[in-house]
């Protein structure tokens, strides 16, 4: 019974932090949707929580902004009071992050001291706050490149790596809380399955990399249009740039690019779900199976949605583009969360502590 009950304790307290992790990742979403993310020009992890506390640091804080090129050539008619709009997503953002670190650091000493975190349990922790603690210092690389005099926004290759970098930190997070609370019972040993579900986590963790290149390039209004690439089936800039340019800079080849892979991710998962129909032995994966086709169905339509709305994105406000672009965002990591999860219950390999 004690078994049990430090299970159930440890496994919702990770399925918590991934809630929070997925918070996270949106509130990022609206921090670049909004423009927000380099109102902060300072990475101060002690301190950082407050925002400016009189008119004295706010005029310092702006000030600092000021210097860098997206104020220069960009936002260079703000006042203060439309510098602390973008400053709040920002703020918030980070905010949330070391909140994040809270939730998981006064649980983890309360379980070590009430023995319901076991001695197994110990490596795959420090792991988790290793991962977690990268991920604040790649966001903060990431946020560096765009504090210069050069660049109107971050590099999208670092912005691309943030995101993956967050990904793979919920989905381990998600894998050790199923490895938790699955009973045995609920696992399938199907290995042609897991081979393809293993598959189409590669191909999906390689769209939401293109994902993160097209949100980076602002590659959506490249190419308004649906079905075709501004008319085109196929980019003729394909033939005029080097493999290089195509595959991480031109916005009409990456936009390409990553429609292409969500018609593939479509066909390969409605054939995974005739596959995994047949098997029935497992209740969890019942459910998640089903979820999974239906959630890369509504990304889909979420995407071309989002293309055909994005004419009328404009900086700093929040429309119809930017909501559809945020949902799509959302649904994407609820699919590859999905197929993780479809992909543990498909029998990883058996330990004794499962």
């Not at 080097?242 to 936009?255: A, Y």
């Amino acid at each position: 019974m004690q078994e049990e009950k430090s299970r159930m304790l440890v496994s919702n307290w990770l399925f918590l932090g991934v809630a929070m992790l997925i918070i996270q990742v949106i509130l990022g979403g609206v921090t670049r949707l909004t423009g927000s993310g380099l109102s902060i020009t300072e990475w101060d992890p002690i301190m950082g929580f407050l925002p400016p506390l009189n008119e004295g640091g706010w005029q310092h804080a702006f000030h600092q902004y000021q210097q860098i090129a997206q104020f220069k050539y960009m936002n260079f008619d703000f006042t203060l009071s439309d510098f602390k709009h973008i400053f709040f997503w920002e703020w918030f953002h980070r905010l949330w992050a070391r909140s994040i670190g809270v939730v998981f650091l006064i649980p983890f000493v309360y379980f070590i001291i009430k023995k319901h975190i076991k001695p197994w349990m110990i490596q795959p922790l420090i792991g988790l706050f290793l991962l977690g603690a990268m991920q604040g210092l790649i966001g903060w690389i990431m946020v560096k490149s765009g504090l210069n005099d050069e660049n109107l926004y971050v590099n999208h290759i670092k912005l691309a790596v943030h995101f993956v970098a967050a990904m793979v930190l919920i989905a381990y997070t998600l894998l050790f809380a199923l490895m938790i609370r699955v009973p045995q019972t609920q696992k399938v040993a199907n290995p042609s399955l897991k081979k393809f579900t293993v598959l189409i986590i590669v191909v999906l963790f390689i769209q939401i990399m293109y994902g993160a290149f097209m949100a980076g390039l602002k590659a959506a209004s490249a190419a308004p249009t649906w079905p075709t690439i501004n008319g085109m089936w196929l980019p003729d800039a394909f033939w005029k740039e080097s493999i290089t340019q195509n595959l991480f800079f031109n916005k009409i080849t990456i936009h390409f690019i990553h429609r292409t892979l969500a018609y593939i991710i479509l066909i390969l998962l409605i054939s995974w779900y005739r596959k995994a129909s047949q098997v029935k032995q497992s209740d969890w994966l019942n459910v998640t199976k089903k979820l999974s086709i239906a959630l890369v169905a509504l990304q889909v339509l979420l995407g071309i949605a989002a293309i055909l709305t994005s004419p009328g994105i404009v900086l700093g406000k929040f429309g119809l583009f930017e909501w559809l672009a945020e949902l799509h965002q959302v649904v994407g990591m609820l699919l590859l969360l999905s197929m993780i999860t479809n992909a543990y219950l498909l029998l990883f390999k058996k330990t004794n502590n499962t």
